[in-house]
C-alpha cells in the first residue's frame, strides 16, 4: 500500500507506538539498573562516598541490564520469526496469556498455544515441583544474610538483603495466581 505525502495509515501509526513505548520502557529499566548500581557502588553500607566506584558499579550494572535486554529480545524474535509473526505481536500475546486470556485470531492462537507450553515448562511455572521451595529457600537465605549484615553493623547491607528476601517472597505469593491465569489461558485455548 503506497502512502501519499508523508501521511500513515492507522496499523503504522500504532506500531510505532507500540515501538516507541518498548524502547521508553526499556531504556527507563537501563536507567533504573544504572542509578541503582550508581547508588550501591557509591557507598551503600560501607559508610563513605566513593564516586569513582558508583560509576563504575553503576557501568557494569547497566552493561548487565542491557545484555540481558538483547539476550531476551533475541530469544523473543526468534520464537516470533519461528511462528511466522512479528515481534510486537508475539509480546503482545504473550501478555495477553499472562493475563489468562486467548487471543482470537488463528495465528496468534497458535503463539499462545506454544507461549502456554514453554510457560508450563519453565522453572518460574506453578506446576514446577521445585518453585516454591527454591523460593523459600532463597527468601531463607537472604534473611540469613541480614541478620548476618546487621551482627556486622552493616545495616545498608542489611537493609538491601530483606528488601532481596521480601522480592523473593513475593515471588512466592504471585507463583499460585500466575498458575492460575496460566490455565485460564490453557483453557481457553483448548491445550
Known amino acids: 500500500m503506497a502512502r501519499s505525502g508523508g501521511t500513515s495509515t492507522g496499523a503504522e501509526t500504532g506500531a510505532s507506538r507500540e515501538r516507541l513505548r518498548v524502547v521508553g520502557a526499556v531504556l527507563a529499566v537501563l536507567v533504573a539498573a544504572a542509578a541503582a548500581g550508581f547508588l550501591a557502588g557509591e557507598g551503600f553500607g560501607t559508610g563513605t562516598a566513593d564516586g569513582a566506584r558508583g560509576l563504575i558499579v553503576a557501568v557494569a550494572v547497566g552493561l548487565l541490564a542491557a545484555g540481558a535486554t538483547v539476550g531476551v529480545w533475541r530469544v523473543n524474535r526468534r520464537h516470533a ?14 501478555r495477553s496469556v499472562r493475563r489468562g486470556e486467548a487471543p ?9 498455544a506454544d507461549l502456554v507450553r514453554r510457560m508450563r515448562r519453565g522453572p518460574g511455572s506453578s506446576s514446577h515441583r521445585w518453585a516454591p ?7 531463607g537465605l537472604w534473611g540469613a544474610a541480614g541478620v548476618v549484615f546487621i551482627a556486622d553493623d552493616a545495616y545498608g547491607w542489611a537493609l538491601y538483603a530483606f528488601a532481596m528476601m521480601g522480592l523473593v517472597l513475593v515471588q512466592l505469593v504471585s ?7 496460566l490455565e485460564a489461558a490453557a483453557r481457553a485455548l483448548g491445550t
Open 81 to 94: 520469526a519461528r511462528l511466522g509473526i512479528s515481534t510486537s505481536r508475539y509480546l503482545r500475546v504473550a
Open 104 to 112: 482470537d485470531d488463528a495465528v496468534e492462537r497458535a503463539a499462545a
Open 133 to 139: 521451595r527454591l523460593l523459600i529457600g532463597g527468601g
Open 175 to 181: 507463583l499460585r495466581r500466575r498458575g492460575r491465569r
